[in-house]
């Protein structure tokens, strides 16, 4: 009972330590978006993020990393969006910086990978 009540304790920290956007969503440029990404974390795994029907601000994003495969609609808001456990941030035009969560089925622990993208087409 007391481990469920740290995770719990844990969690309302992690969520107050959240600050959220104020900003209205609006629509993006989609030629900054749209197009495959690529990119190489520090330990070598690569990754492809495909992004595709971009309308005002919202798009289609395809993840794929080490056999890790993700599907979604997102929404762009503040030059960035989140499609599971990664998010992707346009840096400038043709760069964008990627965080990805990655949880160690082993340990239970998780750590953050992040690497710089570029945009080919």
Do not use: C, E, H
Not at 24 to 35: A, E, F, I, N, Q
Not at 63 to 92: A, C, H, M, N, P
């Amino acid at each position: 009972m007391t481990d469920l009540m740290s995770i719990l304790s844990a969690n309302y920290k992690a969520v107050g330590l959240t600050v959220p956007s104020n900003t209205p969503y609006v629509p993006v440029d989609p030629t900054l978006y749209k197009g495959s990404w690529s990119g190489k974390y520090a330990d070598g795994k690569s990754f492809n993020i495909t992004v595709s029907n971009v309308q005002g601000f919202r798009a289609k994003v395809r993840y794929q990393s080490d056999g890790t495969s993700k599907y979604q609609d997102v929404l762009i808001k503040d030059s960035s969006f989140r499609i599971g456990d990664t998010k992707f941030t346009l840096v400038k035009s043709g760069t964008a910086l990627i965080k990805n969560v990655v949880s160690d089925p082993a340990t239970g622990s998780t750590y953050l990978d992040q690497a710089y993208a570029t945009q080919s087409s």
